[in-house]
């Protein structure tokens, strides 16, 4: 059996590392590939990465620094590896020296991206802006034997720096498409995600009052704790803390989803995840039409793009008041889901790359 080393800062549960590379760990080891991961990160650490003050940013800083040091022992190790997988980055600060020390010492190194971590991050939880090199990248991007970005736009960046470049979109989780609901129940659009993006709906909040005074609809919020204080006066809002044994549930009860987002560079480079999570319940999506979120999305078919306030009151509105159109887009998004995005589609594409 041979083995694949993923090397990331965040611990194997964290959403990008797990819908990137832990969930492929069956479907490998059908194929006599062994997957082990090592993070800088502990899971504790990871899940107090939040808190702040005194004594949470010494806790932080003695993780980060005992993490660096595990991972200095285990160096050694690393030729013991049929493939090494860098999801994204191993220290988040700095050149990336300490990354490329573990690329040298690789049999064959695969990078795996799925954001435009080469762009400084323009939301308010960056905490790693004092320590940004914006050339960490050139100097790694070269040295990798191949590159899987998460869509073409990072594929197109990827390129410039290395010519073995894969698009691997991001999967989830086949939820079974559209749950059937009663027409007397109260239509729910639903936003999935965590402190680090909810800023961005701050661009639906108008939009969301505005319709509240003409729909009786329920607005859910799957998140953490820090995200629950949306102001969204007259709007039914229902906060739900996200678990992962809850997650498929709320998404399949809901009957649109969401996902807006600023048009700047950063977030072109995103991989409409949300998008891929609602159409695995076969929602129909109403997002902004930024990056690759215009090519997941057709109009009209499986969902709506807005571009403004406007756009996003007409294409809820739409929905809200029609049934039978929620039910037609869900199940093409459903259909698209399946054709593009499930975990065995992308699992022979990642087995090519590493075969």
Not at 141 to 159: C, I, K, R, T, W
Not at 320 to 327: S, V, W
Request: glycine share 8%.
């Amino acid at each position: 059996m041979k083995k694949a080393l993923c090397l990331s800062f965040y611990p194997p549960e964290a959403p990008s590392v797990r819908h990137r590379i832990s969930c492929y760990r069956q479907y490998w080891a059908e194929q006599q590939i062994e997957l082990v991961q090592w993070s800088l990160l502990s899971s504790s650490v990871y899940q107090n990465r939040r808190r702040f003050g005194l004594g949470a940013t010494a806790l932080k800083f003695f993780g980060l620094l005992s993490g660096t040091l595990a991972l200095a022992f285990k160096l050694p190790l690393v030729g013991q590896f049929d493939y090494v997988i860098l999801h994204r980055e191993i220290f988040p600060l700095g050149g990336g020296a300490f990354d490329r020390l573990f690329i040298r010492l690789a049999r064959r190194a695969i990078f795996d991206v799925d954001d435009a971590i080469w762009l400084k991050m323009p939301l308010s939880v960056d905490q790693r802006s004092r320590f940004w090199d914006p050339g960490r990248f050139k100097k790694t991007l070269p040295m990798f034997d191949s590159v899987v970005a998460g869509n073409h736009l990072l594929a197109e960046y990827a390129q410039r720096y290395n010519s073995a470049v894969e698009v691997i979109p991001t999967s989830y989780d086949d939820l079974g498409g559209r749950q059937e609901k009663s027409a007397l129940a109260k239509p729910v659009i639903v936003w999935v995600g965590n402190v680090g993006n909810s800023e961005y709906l701050q661009l639906v909040a108008h939009p969301l009052k505005i319709l509240a005074k003409n729909y009786d609809f329920v607005f859910r919020i799957i998140g953490s704790l820090e995200i629950f204080d949306l102001d969204l006066p007259g709007v039914n809002v229902e906060a739900v803390l996200w678990g992962a044994e809850t997650e498929a549930e709320l998404l399949r009860s809901a009957d649109i989803g969401i996902m807006p987002l600023y048009d700047r560079d950063y977030e072109r480079g995103k991989c409409a995840f949300k998008i891929i999570q609602y159409f695995s319940a076969g929602l129909p999506v109403v997002a902004s039409p930024i990056g690759i979120n215009a090519e997941v999305v057709t109009e009209g078919e499986n969902g709506y793009l807005a571009n403004d306030e406007s756009g996003w009151v007409k294409a809820l509105s739409d929905l809200l008041e029609d049934q039978q159109l929620r039910q037609r887009l869900g199940r093409a998004a459903y259909e698209k889901y399946q054709n593009e995005f499930t975990r065995e589609i992308n699992a022979e594409r990642w087995l090519k790359v590493l075969q």
